[in-house]
């Protein structure tokens, strides 16, 4: 979403970058070193040079920095006078006018943003007339000019930001290129500039003929690209072609005066109510001739005006180079920008303008920490300086270098500064000691409430801590100031869900649509969210306003036939499917259903179902003295696993709901799985009332959300099942079928292993647990925990071996604050085909083995660290040290990588990776210097002990190494003990 890439832009680079400048300029001499006094020094410069090209180095960095000041409204409010001086020059107005938009639109002035885009002359509507395929031929799409009504296509306003998002819009959304249009009326002739920025390369013609043609791939940005159109009296046709590469897909363009000022009146652009009958004839060669020599009015940039300030005086090189960087020019790589910043830092050393501009260019994060370092020498209490390098070192889990850097900067100003502060004290206990971060943190919001990061981190914390009210309250209080910030709305949506205040979740997505009209996803949220409140039709009518939009958008079409099956409109449901699988093939998981829905497709599953009939007859059971909201009467686990390991795991639950006000909780279902292991298939997900009326489940699909605080991320999904309000009586059936993909083994052939918790959150009657596997492939389990033993009854038919596990009605297991791990309390299941731990560590020993093989690079780094190092202790010692500091904690729990770490290379290559990858790459580190060492897995100690009696691999989350010759175990992944001290969590853990 383009809110997110504003939110990086004003929240994220803020955090970054506290503060850069051409030098270091203080208010007054004997100023201390704040943040304050810093920004205000920035406005200082950006003021002198607000008549010159020179003002955007100042005004980047004032933008970037807003976030962390102490009230970023006083940032605003100093900008916007800026503006209004008349002797500002007029693009540099502009970029100040359109930092100011998203302002507007965070405090929900969208009224006051769409003046600035109007001020700004920024296309406010387009024709979108279609995509086409890269290299094909593009005139085709313009036709004859004199009949401009044979265009057609769809009018699409832009969102209050101004930007044309077009990857929601066009399906298909990769390598396509999208053809859009606007019309111009000028009353007389003239020569305007039409600014713009796309993403990726755009081509801009006039009246069908091509006029601009740009080459590089790039991101979009203000002011990107501009062009001159020679216009005579009457209609003109701009149309623009922006090609689809990589990345997001979308425009914004604006009309202006060739000098830059804002258009004099006598035009009027858009597009009409009635397409014009005919263009404005064109001017003849010698026409355009005579006009290019009586032109006194060149076309004017921010860029152009820059190249020449560099070539006339080399120390604005630093300048150019950042404008290029920014402006994603000429393409996103930024290899230009980076020589010349490189360059001009290299011959001004002790320049901090020149450092400046190359710490911001250059990819390198080390190179970037370089030109700090170089900074903090010529000015040691520089702010901005300080908070980058606290930011470097935090990055890189280097906590005391990190909270070293924020607290200098804290004792070189005598002023409060709550955003390093509380950065400070996130840094320190976030960890281990949230509670008191949280603390701190409240005192701090109280204490400077227009602190919009440090409510973010707050709200963030309370959420992880599950103090829902408080973290409501808090990112509500954070979106009154970051309304465009879309991840956390998304989370404050998710939290009023789940407390069942769905009024005020619909209330937050209605504005997220006025915010950003053209972001589908959130039209799809608010479908999703009427439908579950079961409001169906008002959510039909949220999908088909959405497809006026994107007509050809299958995430739309998707939700549009659960509207429909929730409507009762079955043969609807199949139209709007078989439209998802034209588009998306057979990868869009609906051609199961649709089969089932038509009539043309078995289950598959009846052997292990139970009826409705059946669970009804159990209600009688249930004694008298039970109070709980809902009661499972039924629950099954079934495993169909075949001779090499892959397996069908089957999952069926019938619910009774009895309090509806207590069980809000039961009208969601989450089913996590693995897109590239797995696939999931939901057999039945429906809602039956005491009159027999069926209601069928929502379904949504997401990512499962990565931790950034532990640095994970994963290829999982979550498929989640919602149903709308519950009554008494009610009883829900979820039944559904998770399956291993592929045709071998991804860890061996023949492992089967999983840990099946058969007690939950509410009481069950009765519990049934199949397997069901060839005779050649016996597996063994083990039950722990059950208050009574298990009945079992096993058959063979054939090569096909069944056992049926019959568990006596279990209790409600509830989640409480402070009570034992699950495995300590609650009923499980551990299945497996191996024998014992032995094989199952050969097992692993040869997952291992590709993934270890050594490099040239790692033998160099080997020699290097070790040389000096008589011992092997000491040898042992420095590895250690080398993978600690080297290397950071990144988990990519992808696919198999949840299990298998990736290959010594490429961890080397990236410097990150997660437990087993640094386990992976230490151990063969120390083998290369000749020391025996193992990879060990372990259970960690917060998980809780685990019994041990069947051998599985995923009763582990953590590996480290092991070194038998010194009797040392090595963590990783700590950065605060030492090679010979283990952290809390290894201590008495299961390896």
């Known amino acids: 979403m383009l809110a997110a890439d504003l939110r990086r832009w004003s929240a994220c680079l803020a955090i970054l970058v506290a503060g850069l400048l051409a030098t270091p300029l203080r208010a007054s001499g004997d100023a201390p070193a704040c943040i304050e006094t810093w920004w205000r020094g920035q406005l200082e410069i950006l003021r002198a040079n607000r008549d010159s090209a020179l003002?955007?180095?100042?005004?980047?960095?004032?933008?970037?920095?807003?976030?962390?000041?102490?009230?970023?409204?006083?940032?605003?409010?100093?900008?916007?006078?800026?503006?209004?001086?008349?002797?500002?020059?007029p693009l540099i107005a502009a970029e100040i006018d359109y930092r100011l938009v998203s302002r507007d639109l965070q405090r929900g002035a969208i009224d006051a943003a769409r003046q600035r885009l109007a001020r700004l002359g920024v296309v406010q509507q387009y024709l979108l007339v279609g995509s086409l395929e890269e290299g094909a031929e593009r005139d085709e799409f313009w036709p004859a000019r004199h009949d401009p009504r044979r265009l057609s296509g769809r009018r699409i306003p832009v969102g209050p930001l101004g930007v044309l998002r077009l990857r929601p819009l066009l399906h298909p959304n990769e390598h396509r290129v999208a053809a859009v249009a606007f019309f111009i009326h000028s009353e007389r002739r003239r020569k305007l500039a039409l600014r713009f920025g796309s993403d990726d390369r755009a081509e801009v013609w006039l009246d069908g003929k091509r006029i601009f043609s740009e080459e590089g791939t790039h991101a979009m940005a203000f002011d990107q690209q501009a062009t001159v159109l020679d216009l005579s009296p009457g209609w003109h046709q701009v149309g623009l072609f922006v090609e689809q590469v990589e990345g997001a897909w979308r425009l914004i363009a604006r009309l202006t005066e060739t000098d830059g000022r804002p258009l004099d009146g006598g035009v009027e652009f858009g597009v009409p109510q009635s397409l014009p009958e005919r263009l404005a004839p064109a001017s003849s060669n010698s026409e355009r001739r005579r006009r290019r020599r009586r032109d006194k009015s060149p076309l004017v940039t921010l860029t152009m005006e820059l190249e020449a300030l560099a070539r006339s005086t080399p120390r604005y090189t630093a300048d150019l180079a950042l404008d290029l960087a920014r402006r994603e020019l000429p393409d996103r790589d930024h290899a230009?920008?980076?020589?010349?910043?490189?360059?001009?830092?290299?011959?001004?050393?002790?320049?901090?303008?020149?450092?400046?501009?190359?710490?911001?260019?250059?990819?390198?994060?080390?190179?970037?920490?370089?030109?700090?370092e170089r900074m903090l020498a010529?000015?040691?209490?520089?702010?901005?300086?300080?908070?980058?390098?606290?930011?470097?070192?935090?990055?890189?889990?280097?906590i005391r270098p990190a909270v070293s850097y924020a607290r200098r900067s804290l004792e070189a100003c005598s002023q409060p500064d709550p955003y390093l502060e509380g950065w400070l004290e996130v840094a320190r206990y976030v960890r281990g000691f949230p509670q008191g971060a949280s603390a701190v943190l409240a005192r701090l919001s109280r204490r400077a409430p227009h602190q919009a990061s440090v409510l973010e981190r707050l709200a963030s914390l309370y959420s992880r801590e599950q103090l829902v009210t408080h973290a409501i309250d808090t990112y509500q209080r954070y979106l009154a100031l970051e309304r465009l910030d879309g991840a956390a709305r998304s989370e404050v949506i998710r939290l009023l869900e789940g407390a069942g205040r769905d009024a005020e979740a619909q209330r937050l997505l209605e504005e997220a649509i006025r915010l950003e009209p053209l972001a589908i996803p959130w039209r799809l949220r608010l479908a999703e969210h009427q439908l579950v409140e079961g409001r169906a039709d008002r959510a039909l009518e949220t999908v088909l306003a959405a497809r006026k939009l994107a007509p050809d958008s299958p995430s739309l079409l998707q939700v549009e036939g659960e509207i429909r099956l929730a409507l009762d409109d079955r043969q609807g449901a199949a139209r709007a499917w078989r439209q998802v699988i034209e588009l998306s093939g057979e990868a869009s998981g609906l051609a199961e259903r649709l089969a089932s829905l038509e009539g043309r497709r078995e289950e598959g599953f009846e052997r292990w179902t139970v009826s409705l009939d059946a669970a009804r007859e159990m209600i009688d059971d249930i004694p008298a003295e039970q109070t709980a909201s809902v009661v499972a009467l039924s629950h099954t686990e079934a495993f169909e696993v075949k001779a090499n390991g892959m397996a069908t795991r089957f999952t069926q639950t019938i619910s009774l709901v009895r309090d509806p006000q207590a069980a809000s909780f039961a009208r969601g279902h989450s089913i996590t799985y693995s897109p590239r292991l797995q696939t999931v298939r939901i057999l039945d997900a429906k809602l039956v009332r005491k009159d027999g009326s069926v209601v069928p489940a929502a379904r949504r699909e997401r990512p499962l959300l990565p931790d950034p605080e532990l640095r994970m991320w994963y290829d999982s999904r979550v498929l989640e099942l919602s149903f709308p309000r519950l009554e008494a009586g009610d009883l829900i059936d979820v039944r559904y079928t998770i399956s291993d993909i592929g045709h071998a083994n991804p860890i061996a052939d023949g492992y089967f292993g999983d840990i099946v918790a058969v007690g939950t959150m509410v009481p069950v009657l009765s519990t049934r647990v199949i397997l069901e596997a060839p005779t050649s492939l016996p597996l063994r389990y083990h039950f722990?925990?059950?208050?009574?033993?298990?009945?079992?009854?096993?058959?063979?038919?054939?090569?096909?071996?069944?056992?049926?596990i019959e568990l006596s009605a279990l209790p409600a297991y509830p989640d409480a604050p402070l009570t034992p791990p699950v495995t300590h309390r609650v009923p499980y299941a551990i299945v497996s085909s191996i024998a014992d731990w032995?094989?199952?560590?050969?097992?692993?020993?040869?997952?291992?083995?590709?993934?270890?093989?050594?490099?040239?690079?790692?033998?160099?780094?080997?020699?290097?660290?070790?040389?000096?190092?008589?011992?092997?202790?000491?040898?042992?010692?420095?590895?250690?040290?080398?993978v600690i500091e080297n290397t950071r904690y990144v988990a990519l729990e992808f696919g198999i990588h949840a299990i298998k770490p990736y290959d010594v290379a490429a961890v080397l290559d990236r410097h990150y990776g997660d437990c087993k990858d640094k386990a992976n790459l230490l151990a063969v580190m120390l083998r290369e210097a000749g020391i025996e060492a193992y990879v060990a897995l372990l259970r960690s100690r917060p998980r809780g002990h685990i019994?041990?009696?069947?051998?599985?691999?995923?009763i582990f989350d953590h590996a480290i190494v092991y070194v038998p010759s010194e009797s040392l175990w090595l963590d990783g992944t700590v950065l605060t003990h030492g090679p010979q001290e283990l952290p809390m969590a290894d201590r008495d853990a299961l390896a």
């Open 55 to 89: 003002a955007m180095f100042p005004l980047r960095l004032l933008g970037e920095m807003a976030a962390t000041t102490t009230d970023p409204s006083e940032v605003t409010a100093a900008l916007e006078a800026l503006r209004e001086d008349p002797e500002v020059h």
């Open 378 to 398: 010529i000015d040691p209490s520089d702010p901005a300086v300080l908070r980058r390098l606290a930011q470097y070192h935090l990055v890189y889990e280097q």
């Open 838 to 882: 032995n094989e199952l560590g050969r097992l692993y020993a040869r997952l291992l083995r590709p993934q270890m093989r050594t490099t040239s690079e790692l033998q160099r780094i080997v020699r290097e660290v070790t040389a000096g190092a008589g011992s092997p202790r000491r040898k042992i010692f420095e590895l250690y040290r080398w």
């Open 784 to 804: 722990v925990n059950l208050p009574e033993a298990e009945k079992v009854t096993t058959t063979e038919e054939g090569e096909l071996r069944t056992t049926r």
């Open 336 to 372: 230009r920008a980076e020589a010349m910043a490189r360059e001009n830092a290299l011959r001004r050393p002790l320049d901090p303008h020149a450092l400046w501009a190359a710490a911001l260019v250059v990819s390198d994060r080390a190179e970037q920490r370089g030109y700090y």
């Open 947 to 954: 019994d041990t009696t069947i051998p599985v691999f995923s």
